[in-house]
């Protein structure tokens, strides 16, 4: 065999089937799914196949080039050049631009197969869209464009970044709320999102920013309550060069300078000091900032959404949030309803997760009706974030393909029950999980492990505990009494030793 040829193999792969049939229509269905085209000659250049993806990216029909010869597809301007042609007199791959009649642009691959006699047999073709790499192509001239000061802040918008996902929306509230917010998403008005922990925020602001005329811009991300105090100023606002001891030295754009033409999500913007309001005030009203250090202002054209499970309205009364901030961030306040008053979301959302996880774990799960009818009557204290948590132990407890009722394990006031019987009322009516109690106190040594690292699982345990009943790094820190900062270094360290 010569080097750099692709050879037919000399046995059919048939793993995946059982015959000879069923291995053909399961490389038929590979194919066809392919993002890309794929576009198969014989040795003569005469078309014998193509998928859709071809289609769609060429904008021609099966129809259209099957059975017709490359020359005369190249002749009649159906495609501008053949690189199936050019891969046939080479005797090599070719890869090309090719333009299609349609107006269209393509790069093409085109690769021809030897058999045993050492004579091609046929040509795979393969078609990638050209828009999505001149897409990366501008991305990557614009990265390059920026200077060295800001490569940092191009990971953090990729970290920050919030990919759009599809919402789930079978209940009438859920529906409604899309409608109101949609109506607001095409302007720029301010929009705070008040809410119960895990009911769906974030996802309702990534809904507006999708729906908006920014939609094609960054989306950037703020969990107000994990930024330590001390840092919340100039994460937001950048810093100018040497404006404080350890300082970038080339100086730091703020989280806004990095949503600039794009939209902005406070999540948690009841934990900012009042200090950092009085700042994020001015940027709302002023359409600008003063980077920490500096003495020009920068203007920014941000779209901001704000959100948060506290009453803003009482923290105003306490002194703990400035009421002209909260008049100016409710310009447009939304409420996102909590689970339980939404409850035809719960079968498609649960279906979703088991569906995620089929898919990470190559699997086939399903939910039976019991266990959907468990799902439904419970109340979901911790809301759309439960839920995944449920349906996730629920996935790893089964034992076949149906989860049932009895795999599901649900949280109730900090307890682990397993639903026995469903309550009319609230739901599930939970069985405590039996525990056999000790005769007196006595510590239980580990089988393996040092004193500190149980101690670092234990602090773990806690941290995790506490971030999930406050949602904040700040509520979690009042919860454990212990500093903020503090805090976030130690669920930081937990989470590199993989304990979180």
Not at 68 to 81: E, F
Not at 150 to 166: A, G, M, T, W
Not at 406 to 427: F, R
């Amino acid at each position: 065999m010569k080097r750099n040829r692709v050879y037919l193999p000399e046995e059919p792969i048939l793993a995946f089937g059982s015959g000879k049939m069923e291995a053909l229509q399961r490389l038929t269905a590979i194919l066809e799914s392919s993002f890309d085209g794929i576009f198969i000659t014989d040795q003569n250049a005469v078309p014998l196949w193509c998928n859709r993806s071809y289609e769609v990216i060429s904008g021609l029909t099966a129809d259209d080039v099957i059975g017709i010869p490359m020359v005369d597809l190249v002749k009649r301007g159906i495609i501008s050049k053949s690189s199936t042609l050019m891969a046939l007199d080479e005797g090599q791959a070719v890869t090309l631009e090719q333009t299609f009649t349609t107006g269209k642009r393509a790069i093409v691959t085109s690769t021809p197969i030897y058999d045993s006699r050492d004579e091609v047999c046929m040509v795979v073709t393969n078609v990638r869209d050209v828009s999505e790499l001149i897409a990366l192509q501008e991305t990557l001239d614009t990265q390059r464009a920026l200077s060295a000061r800001y490569e940092r802040e191009i990971d953090l918008i990729r970290d920050r970044l919030i990919k759009s996902s599809q919402m789930i929306a079978e209940d009438p509230a859920t529906l409604n709320l899309l409608r109101i917010v949609g109506r607001a998403a095409q302007m720029d008005t301010v929009v705070l999102i008040q809410g119960e922990t895990g009911a769906g925020k974030e996802r309702i602001a990534s809904y507006i920013h999708q729906q908006s005329p920014r939609a094609k811009k960054n989306f950037v991300r703020v969990n107000c309550g994990a930024i330590p105090e001390n840092l919340a100023e100039s994460e937001l606002f950048g810093y100018e060069r040497g404006a404080f001891t350890g300082a970038n030295r080339e100086g730091k754009a703020g989280l806004f300078e990095v949503a600039d033409q794009g939209t902005i999500f406070l999540d948690e913007v009841g934990e900012l000091s009042l200090a950092i309001q009085t700042k994020l005030l001015r940027v709302l009203q002023e359409k600008e900032l003063t980077r920490v250090g500096g003495s020009k202002p920068v203007k920014v054209d941000v779209r901001v959404i704000a959100a948060t499970h506290r009453d803003l309205q009482k923290c105003v009364r306490e002194g703990t949030f400035r009421e002209d901030l909260f008049y100016r961030l409710s310009v447009f306040p939304v409420y996102v309803p909590p689970l339980r008053e939404r409850k035809r979301d719960i079968p498609k959302l649960a279906e979703s997760v088991i569906q995620e996880l089929n898919h990470n774990y190559e699997n086939k799960k399903t939910i039976s009706a019991g266990a959907e009818a468990v799902l439904m009557q419970y109340a979901w204290p911790g809301n759309v974030r439960e839920l995944r948590n449920v349906m996730e132990r629920a996935f790893i407890m089964s034992e076949g393909e149906e989860i049932q009722a009895e795999d599901l394990a649900i949280m109730d006031n900090g307890n682990l029950h397993t639903p026995k019987t469903i309550s009319p009322t609230y739901g599930v009516e939970p069985a405590p999980i039996e525990q056999p109690e000790p005769e007196a106190f006595a510590p239980v040594l580990p089988q393996e492990g040092s004193l500190q690292e149980q101690v670092e699982r234990f602090e773990a345990d806690l941290i995790a505990q506490a971030m999930e009943q406050e949602g904040s790094i700040r509520g979690a820190a009042r919860r454990l009494k212990m500093d903020p900062a503090t805090l976030l270094r130690r669920k930081n360290k937990y989470e590199s030793k993989g304990l979180l």
